[in-house]
């Protein structure tokens, strides 16, 4: 099993639909969470942190659920630039940051 | 433009050459990482550097990469005796300490022929 899980997708969803995807987590002593963005052939970009209490930044919500070891990312109202690939990275120990290997995103108009 | 800047962009080698690439981190920043990135994969954990030290190394990097970072500013990352398996994308990242964020630069983007 992989330290870090997503739904490869790709999702396929109408503009202005709300989209959700999920990210397991293996090892309960994950400390920080982030999701990142990625688009095609460029570096990932810091899309939010997520906080225990969940944290919602514009249309993007996330949620960390530590009982059941996953976050969560929510886009309501989705626009066509939000296409992309959508990677979650959790911290362990001192310096280890577990990747997932990104769930793909398309938004059609 | 005060970000993490990579140098060169493209890189494009014959098999069994050798290769540097170099990263300049945030200047307020003193943990940089360095990861490679194939395609449909998240990023995989090469090495890091707390200042100037390297603090760890991936078991899975052979003896033909090494990275340095001299004065715990710029790094640079050499792989010796380039292989087609190395083809990848390879990332620098800096970040201020433990659990903080990371921001990365625009990659540089290796090609082995």
């Known amino acids: 099993r992989k330290e870090v899980e997503q739904d490869p997708g790709p999702f396929n969803v109408p503009e202005g639909a709300t989209v959700a995807f999920n990210c397991t987590y293996s090892n309960s002593a994950s400390q920080s969470f982030f999701w990142y963005r990625q688009d095609c052939r460029k570096e990932p970009k810091l899309l939010m942190s997520?906080?225990?209490?969940?944290n919602e930044d514009g249309r993007f919500t996330a949620q960390l659920n530590r009982a059941s070891q996953y976050i969560s990312l929510l886009i309501r109202d989705s626009k066509l630039s939000d296409s992309a690939t959508y990677l979650c990275v959790v911290t362990i120990g001192n310096y280890q940051l577990i990747w997932g290997a990104g769930t793909k995103l398309i938004i059609k108009p | 433009d005060t970000g993490v800047s990579q140098d060169p962009r493209h890189k494009i080698t014959k098999r069994g050459q050798n290769v540097t690439f170099r990263c300049d981190p945030i200047s307020e920043h003193n943990r940089l990482y360095w990861y490679r990135q194939t395609l449909g994969q998240g990023p995989e954990f090469l090495t890091y550097?707390?200042?100037?030290?390297?603090?760890?190394k991936s078991r899975l990097l052979s003896d033909r990469f090494s990275a340095e970072r001299p004065k715990g500013s710029f790094s640079t990352l050499e792989i010796q005796r380039t292989e087609q398996g190395d083809s990848a994308m390879y990332l620098c990242a800096s970040s201020r300490g433990v659990n903080e964020k990371l921001f990365f630069g625009s990659g540089t983007q290796l090609s082995v022929l």
């Open positions: 997520v906080y225990s209490s969940g």
């Open positions: 550097f707390q200042n100037e030290a390297q603090l760890e």
